[in-house]
């Protein structure tokens, strides 16, 4: 059994930076691939970003590759997702999330690849 809770959300101008956490209970974090997911109001839950359990690979969606780095610290049981040039569009309810470890990381952007999440976060663009 994991627990993870975000934190670290807030309101944050376009441009501007943020940086969420996942702290995860339990002594086998070191053995998920841990998930970034979002939803805004009225859409359906959608993949941010992955990182496999030794830290060594990540994967993102291409609405996010280049402004958000997803990385962390086993020692910590903590996952980070470091956004920067947030846009409007980043608006939504973030979760991390935790699934079985696996080579192919681009398979876990479906939700259905993932065990355990957490209760969410909000970020909140603002023009």
């Known amino acids: 059994q994991v627990q993870l809770v975000e934190s670290g959300g807030g309101l944050v101008q376009a441009g501007g930076s943020l940086r969420l956490s996942c702290a995860a209970s339990g002594r086998t974090f070191s053995s998920y691939a841990m998930g970034w997911f979002r939803q805004a109001p009225g859409k359906e839950r959608e993949f941010v970003a992955v990182i496999r359990r030794s830290g060594g690979s990540t994967y993102y969606a291409d609405s996010v590759k280049g402004r958000f780095t997803i990385s962390r610290d086993n020692a910590k049981n903590t996952v980070f997702l470091q956004m920067n040039s947030l846009k409007l569009e980043d608006t939504a309810v973030y979760y991390c999330?935790?699934?079985?470890?696996?080579?192919?990381?681009?398979?876990?952007?479906?939700?259905?690849?993932?065990?355990?999440w957490g209760q969410g976060t909000q970020v909140t663009v603002s023009s």
């Open positions: 999330a935790a699934g079985r470890d696996t080579y192919f990381l681009a398979s876990k952007s479906s939700t259905s690849e993932y065990d355990y």
